[in-house]
């Protein structure tokens, strides 16, 4: 396969935390790697990280110092539930999640606005006004931030905060969320929920693998870890049995992607490793070879009004379809069809474009950003031990050196 052409000074308080929380950290990673988390970076990627941070690399240690001032604020901050919304679904529980379509309107030809129609790539602000969808992304970042920075401080403050949310949105009865998506992106006019809604949970297996790294954790007991899985085993069933996913399933586009990595994420979670393997075993066939053409375009993408956006959308689906199949003995990363195509051959498509090497004459009604890209040139430069996907990032503006991202991806060698 063609290569691409790619090519702080801290506090002594701050060095003596991440060195002194070395026994904590240790049980963390022995935790995490024992509890399959789905497709959260090798635990030998945390081991390399963790031992550059005690030798005082000044990279790392700038990134550990970001990660604990974001895991500072979200310590501060409230608490997420679907119960908060002020208005109704139809079932009239506020237990079901509810949430608008994205880039429906409402039409400026009718009285009432009804029925609403499609602008696409353009966001309805109504969305986030009143729906469940910013909540829910609010919590996964949350309980992120927090996870990564108790499992690289050892600070427990982190891990008694990330556990209140989860049981507030998942566990608790008075807050927690029904196991469905049955009012997910609903059409004022036209429909109370739609199929294409069970994308909004897609970012649940990141939230999955925070939940690994909180297993040292005495905030964090085994009851509520087995009634966490109690919930995504009824959610997986849903995803698997309702219209709605049935429906999903069959998406030729980012969502069909997405639903994959979710029913696979969620069973591994779940200890349904078998009914991952068969998803992943029929990945290859069902959405490289049918999203990727020989030269790494991605047409179902290309074709929207956020051309970009949604390449690079589908593309980190993809990356974490085979991260997971790693865990479980289905490799997709080398996968390469008879006539070429591949993911990696997707990633190399794109780079062109992120160093303005190539004019992006696809449509992207918002600007263009580069830096998009990033995390998937650095999880490449991982997974390939490939320098070159390192060299790109140098050249692409707007990437930030102390992105969290080389806490879970650290460089294979120390840059030249």
Known sequence: MAKPMLRANLPVFFVYVVLTAGIAVSNSIANASESSPAFVPQPSHFTESKK????GDPVLLAVLNRLTRDANRALRSTTFSVTHKELLPPSRD??????????????PNTSDGLPYLRRDGEINPERDRTSD???????VQAVKTLGLAYYFT???????????????WFLDDTTKMNPHLRYAQAVPGRNNGRPEGIIETHNLPELIDAVALLGASKSWPQTDQKRLGAWFTSYLAWLRESP?????????????????????SFAVFTGQNDRARRILLEFAAERIVKQIEPDGRQPHEL?????WNYSIFNL????????????????LWNYESSDKRSMRK???????FATREKKWTYKQLSSLQPEKIAPLLRRAAVQYRAAAYERVLSKIAGVATDQRLRLLYPTITPPR
């Open 316 to 331: 980190e689906a993809l990356f974490n379809a085979a991260a997971i199949g790693e865990k479980i003995g289905v490799d």
């Open 94 to 107: 506020k237990h079901d999640y509810m949430s608008l379509a994205p880039y429906w309107w409402p039409d």
């Open 133 to 139: 969808r910013k909540r829910l992304d609010q919590l």
């Open 244 to 264: 709605e996913g049935r429906t999903e399933a069959k998406a030729q586009n980012n969502h069909g992607t997405w639903y994959d990595v979710q029913i696979a």
């Open 303 to 307: 074709r929207r009004t956020q051309a």
């Open 346 to 352: 997707a990633l190399d498509w794109l780079i062109p």
């Open 52 to 55: 550059r941070l005690q030798s």
């Open 154 to 168: 050892g600070r427990e403050e982190y891990a008694v905060h990330a556990a209140k949310l989860l049981r507030i």
